[in-house]
């Protein structure tokens, strides 16, 4: 997966996760609001392509999953970034913030934004300028708090001719902006990864492993990466086709080239009869939906802990289809 950037960074980060708002009842609706299970992913194309077509299936399906599924998409400063530890981090700040309902000038200003990426030094700017109209603004702001002082946030973007497009307001920016994840109802955020080794060091996957645990989040990871879980979802006389040794390493069949798995994913899926295409960034799905019975079943095969799959070939995406309703 491309767009990785060192967890060094994040504190520069604008970063924020949305509802992907084209899914937002992706169960059916229902008299009685069920558990909501949030998806977030390190890759921005290929996981989303997937997991957006599982949806959709469902939602014509009789047995529907057993909980609501929602995509959460990254927008803002550094839309891109797909490193596993910076994106935990994130999660933890914008659910503790949702929880607590007090929210940190960063976030605001980021939910002013929205998809307007803006410089570093711009954004220091506005923070600064921001601090010089209200000196004793608090480091976590109230819904109150924040009324209070939105006419003069407004002000100061003017001033550094930052048009908006709509009024601020606080249900704006926080009550349409907050991904709704309630820990009192037992939702469950799940982080979807890969374990890269060139870009997922060892001491970040030790660090994603005990955040998540601290926060009770679930962890999903595929070792190499997410390509190898659609691999699965081929007939199991593939299986012998692929080298664990030459997966772990994962290389680029040339300077530009697809890496080892998607090569082998490639030659397989335009095996079949009828043949089927592959681009990792635009790729009809339905081949693999139909066929996560075989994905799961040949995961069995390979690592499926996640204390495992730090070093051998594996993914434990079969237990997150378990857990809505697929067994």
Wanted: aromatic share 8%.
């Amino acid at each position: 997966m491309e767009g990785y950037r060192s967890s060094q960074h994040f504190s520069h980060w604008m970063v924020e996760m949305r509802i992907k708002h084209n899914f937002g009842l992706r169960t059916g609706v229902t008299r009685e609001e069920k558990k909501k299970l949030f998806l977030v992913f390190e890759g921005m194309k290929t996981e989303q392509i997937y997991f957006e077509a599982l949806i959709q299936k469902r939602n014509y399906s009789a047995s529907p999953f057993l909980f609501e599924l929602v995509i959460l998409d990254r927008v803002g400063q550094e839309m891109g970034c797909s490193n596993p530890l910076a994106i935990v981090k994130l999660l933890q700040k914008q659910a503790n913030e949702e929880h607590k309902d007090c929210y940190s000038l960063e976030t605001i200003i980021n939910r002013v934004l929205g998809d307007e990426c803006l410089p570093q030094n711009k954004i220091d700017t506005l923070k600064k300028a921001i601090h010089s109209q209200i000196p004793n603004i608090s480091e976590q702001l109230s819904k109150q708090e924040l009324k209070r002082i939105l006419p003069k946030i407004q002000n100061v973007l003017k001033d550094n001719n930052i048009s908006l497009r709509i009024e601020l307001t606080v249900s704006r920016l926080i009550d349409e902006q907050n991904m709704g994840y309630d820990k009192d109802r037992k939702d469950c955020l799940c982080c979807i990864f890969d374990r890269d080794k060139k870009s997922f060091k060892d001491s970040q996957y030790d660090k994603v492993v005990r955040l998540c645990n601290e926060e009770g989040y679930c962890l999903f990871i595929t070792n190499p990466c997410f390509e190898f879980w659609l691999y699965l979802h081929l007939p199991k006389e593939n299986l012998t086709s692929i080298k664990e040794s030459e997966l772990l390493e994962n290389r680029r069949m040339s300077s530009n080239g697809p890496t080892y798995i998607e090569s082998h994913l490639k030659s397989k899926l335009f095996e079949l009869d009828p043949p089927i295409s592959f681009n990792k960034n635009k790729y009809k799905p339905d081949y693999f939906i139909n066929n996560i019975p075989n994905a799961m079943k040949n995961a069995t095969n390979y690592a499926q802990k996640i204390d495992e799959l730090k070093t051998a070939v594996g993914s434990n995406l079969a237990s997150l289809m378990e857990k809505i309703g697929l067994a």
